[in-house]
């Protein structure tokens, strides 16, 4: 008989995992993402899925500190009389489990490894385990180590054409309903990630304890002016506005996943940027809204949005010529390899301020043009 054990997968959403019926739910299950919001909601949907299932159960932290691979081993693979049901959250998974996946592993490693290989398809169905793997990939070497029981989830890159979908697959799943413009609004000024998307969802119906919200209620509930909003930043930089983007930078809060979302945002508006000034020089400095629709993927905006839309990508491309925006893609994947390899701390703060500098200035400088 097929087991939770035998079902491995690659889940392709979240909202797929979250329909899994209860007896079929991964018993371990990986997440590999920078987002850690995205992670808190696995990690709480286990716990209400789980006290249905098994009801009291134990839970049980793994971090990347001397010892805790020891730990996760006991966790694990030691039968456990007063608390047979556990929940293992193993945050940074990285790191955890870099040395015993590291092919040139010290022999105490490689013993580790192959006790783990032995035991792990024979864990009780009691004991669950979810994995935060903070990269872009589950790599084989784990799922390896995991003999195929391991399910996981890796968060996959978001397009403009790509909102519309993922926001309406978020309010199904939280029963809400949100006026056009409303929609219009959380989708152009929300970080373009599942998690931002629920996070906002939630926030909204605690706030406000309905589930129907209009353009008021988005703007002010969600957007106050105590939290970062990458969107600012991004119409800050390529508007030329730098006091405006400093003083949403000031709301920083020392996250590499702010950054990073500010680098993903940013590429999508050089590429709207490069793709308005390619259609206006097909057609006479014109951006025919059919043309835009099929280019930038407007096609789900009201009219009203896509008027905006159009004004101000022609008004942004007006500050950039082709040098320009090759000069800022280079600039965006220096960055990107940077944050993403772990740069962080005041070094990363320090490191971007001076890079988003050198962006103003590229604006700023006619001889770049």
């Not at 018993?27 to 987002?35: R, T």
């Not at 978020?170 to 931002?196: L, S």
């Not at 605690?206 to 930043?233: G, M, P």
Request: glycine fraction near 4%.
């Amino acid at each position: 008989m097929e087991t939770k054990k035998s079902q491995a997968r690659e889940y392709n959403s979240l909202f797929q995992l979250f329909k899994t019926p209860v007896s079929q739910i991964p018993q371990f299950f990986a997440y590999a993402g920078e987002d850690s919001y995205e992670f808190e909601l696995i990690v709480e949907h286990y716990r209400e899925v789980l006290q249905t299932a098994l009801g009291t159960f134990e839970v049980i932290l793994i971090v990347p500190e001397s010892g805790d691979q020891t730990k996760l081993f006991a966790e694990l693979f030691t039968p456990d009389m007063f608390y047979p049901r556990k929940l293992i959250i193993i945050k940074n998974a990285t790191a955890l489990f870099k040395p015993i996946l590291d092919a040139k592993a010290a022999n105490e490693w490689k013993d580790y490894a192959s006790g783990f290989r032995k035991n792990i398809t024979s864990v009780s169905e009691e004991i669950y385990a979810l994995i935060h793997y903070d990269g872009k990939d589950i790599p084989k070497s784990l799922t390896e180590l995991f003999q195929g029981t391991l399910s996981h989830f890796k968060t996959k890159v978001l397009y403009p054409n790509d909102y519309p979908k993922i926001f309406k697959e978020v309010c199904d799943q939280e029963q809400v309903h949100f006026e056009q413009n409303a929609t219009d609004e959380f989708i152009h000024r929300t970080p373009a990630n599942v998690g931002a998307y629920i996070k906002s969802v939630k926030k909204l119906k605690q706030y406000l304890h309905r589930s129907k919200f209009t353009l008021e209620d988005v703007n002010s509930v969600l957007f106050s002016q105590n939290e970062l909003n990458t969107n600012v930043l991004v119409e800050s930089l390529v508007q030329k506005r730098k006091g405006d983007f400093f003083k949403e930078f000031t709301k920083f809060g020392d996250q590499n996943s702010e950054i990073l979302n500010f680098l993903t945002r940013l590429t999508y508006k050089l590429d709207e940027i490069r793709k308005v000034k390619v259609i206006r020089a097909r057609h006479n400095g014109e951006v025919p809204i059919p043309i835009m629709d099929d280019l930038l993927k407007t096609g789900s905006f009201s009219e009203a949005r896509k008027n905006f839309v159009r004004r101000q990508l022609v008004s942004d491309s007006a500050n950039f010529t082709d040098k320009i925006l090759d000069l800022f893609y280079e600039q965006v994947i220096e960055m990107n390899i940077k944050f993403k390899s772990g740069l962080r701390d005041e070094e990363g703060k320090n490191y971007f301020i001076q890079k988003i500098m050198h962006l103003f200035a590229l604006l700023q400088d006619k001889s770049s043009k």
